[in-house]
């Protein structure tokens, strides 16, 4: 009697993988595992395949999904947001005033990107600033950024 690997074996392999990142949290594991059910639905299609041409399909599938993982689909989706960079890496970004100072509150800044985990940030500027200027950081004090007039 010989042994056939059928698209049912292909899913349980490619469901343990998946699985299998949740405790080897790399993010690597999971494209073995999508590789592994592309080839459950190829044995499903084609049952003839061989158990060798099998195993490269699945080596050659995995390697593509991870390498558009790595090189494709990754690199768009950085985080963009600065939360947790030092205050030099910050100093310099300009951003569009959307309050005035007064003399009794602080102005208000909007960036396009946020800075420290925020888009909005009280701010105190040494010149007069009108809403629609645009500012730049150049310095943090507490929870309020120093700014100058661009």
Known sequence: MEFQIEYWHWVVFGML?????LVVPSFTIFWFGLGALLMALLVWLLPELTLNLQL????IGSGL???????LLRPMM??????????????GETGQVIEAPQAERRGRVRFTTPVLGDDEWEFICEQPVE???RV?????????LIVRKR
Do not use: M
């Open 17 to 21: 993988l998946i699985l299998a990142e």
């Open 56 to 59: 490269v399909l699945w080596a």
């Open 65 to 71: 999904f991870a390498l558009a993982w790595f090189r």
């Open 78 to 91: 950085r985080d963009r947001t600065k939360a947790g960079i030092s205050r030099e890496a910050v100093l």
């Open 131 to 133: 809403v629609g200027d």
């Open 136 to 144: 730049v950081i150049t310095e943090i004090s507490g929870n309020t």
